[in-house]
């Protein structure tokens, strides 16, 4: 156990390279009532935990450490615990058909419920969140194994999504009480990468009209967050539809998030149709810092991994051009592979999206590379939101 312990905090990125792969800031925490050093796990609920677990290995070439189930005495779901680098996903799916993770998928499809946050007092957070007005879900308690002991707690945000605030500090387990250690049998092909992605880069929440800037002000008031950019009109608008959108971030800008409404347009936008089949808000997408955006592309897509389309004429447009000066690679290779790119007065950025990964057109992963940038990549939303379009209007939905 030791052992498995220590190979996984080795396979982390060192504080520098984690700086410049989700672009940290400075950041004095003294001063924070609700301070937060990152995130601690994205908690899935899907309709089949085995087989999505089996998909985040092999295809996102993710690591299994660890397990729950009947075998370890839970008889509500499986968990599975997945790691790559510092981003950690736990996939949970009702093994009892009366299981509360089986309403919530009914409802909702395949989905991220939890976005566990890591804090360093989870009673002082608490308290802070709750005098902000807060909805606290689970007070303060423990949980506790041969391991150790993890305090959390847990707070209500948009929709029926959840932080589950976590303090893991005196604990050396591979998850929580009630998984063991476990990994997996997959063999990955020759010449993989060992690692696709290294960390969590920003979490993207859609809300209905009208409630952007409620939740907004909910992360100000209860963490402290700050605004980080913000996003409306011609900005983020095609000549079809539109939407507005706020990013809150941590102090140190470990943590952040995009969070999207809907805005009046022509025709449907993506927030309305995510509205629409995730009935109600939640978690549209998940970005993942990666060293090396080219052999990610290339690896996922050899697993089978679908990505939007970017037309050639985005890679054509001399405007494009002289405005991302040079980047790393030719922009000959990031057009053979879909990869959009973007500068701002910090550096510039690499990004692709994938297509849905569940059933419904909801939740869809991001892949990230950040050279100094701080940004979003606002100068591909109107590309990003054509490509989208275009799905939509596929799936009958525009």
Request: aromatic share 8%; with cysteine; glycine share 10%.
């Amino acid at each position: 156990m030791t052992r498995m312990l220590d190979d996984q905090r080795a396979a982390e990125p060192d504080p520098r390279e984690l700086r410049q792969l989700v672009g940290l800031v400075d950041h004095d925490p003294a001063g924070d009532p609700f301070p937060v050093l990152g995130w601690d796990a994205l908690v899935w609920v899907v309709g089949n935990a085995t087989q999505a677990a089996h998909f985040f290995v092999s295809a996102l070439g993710m690591d299994l450490v660890a397990y729950s189930g009947p075998e370890t005495g839970n008889r509500d779901h499986l968990g599975y615990v997945l790691r790559s680098g510092a981003a950690r996903f736990v996939v949970t799916g009702a093994y009892d058909p009366a299981s509360p993770l089986a309403d919530r998928h009914r409802r909702h499809g395949d989905g991220i419920a939890d976005i566990a946050l890591a804090v360093p007092d989870v009673d002082r957070c608490t308290a802070h969140a709750a005098a902000a007005g807060a909805t606290v879900l689970e007070p303060p308690h423990d949980l506790t194994d041969s391991h150790g002991t993890v305090r959390v707690a847990a707070l209500a945000t948009y929709g029926d999504t959840r932080h589950t605030l976590v303090d893991r500090s005196r604990y050396a387990g591979p998850y929580l009480p009630g998984f063991v250690a476990r990994t997996s049998t997959h063999v990955r092909r020759p010449g993989a990468p060992r690692r696709l992605f290294q960390a969590v880069d920003h979490v993207v929440g859609n809300v209905e009209l009208g409630a952007m800037d409620e939740w907004v002000s909910f992360y100000h008031r209860v963490m402290g967050f700050t605004d980080l950019a913000e996003f409306v009109g011609a900005d983020i608008a095609t000549e079809y539809s539109a939407l507005m959108s706020k990013v809150v971030a941590s102090g140190d800008h470990r943590v952040k998030f995009p969070l999207n409404e809907p805005a009046p347009g022509r025709k449907r936008s993506q927030i309305d149709e995510y509205l629409d089949y995730h009935r109600g808000p939640g978690v549209q997408h998940v970005a993942l810092a990666t060293g090396d955006i080219l052999a990610a592309v290339d690896a996922l897509r050899d697993e089978g991994v679908e990505f939007l389309p970017t037309p050639a004429s985005y890679y054509e447009d001399p405007e494009l051009r002289a405005r991302i000066g040079a980047v790393r690679t030719p922009v000959e290779e990031l057009q053979a592979r879909g990869i959009l790119v973007d500068r701002d007065e910090d550096g510039y950025l690499l990004q692709i999206f994938t297509r849905p990964i569940g059933d419904r057109p909801t939740v869809f992963l991001e892949l990230i590379e950040r050279h100094g940038s701080l940004g979003f990549g606002k100068g591909n939303f109107k590309a990003l939101f054509q490509a989208i379009e275009r799905e939509q209007a596929r799936r009958g939905n525009f």
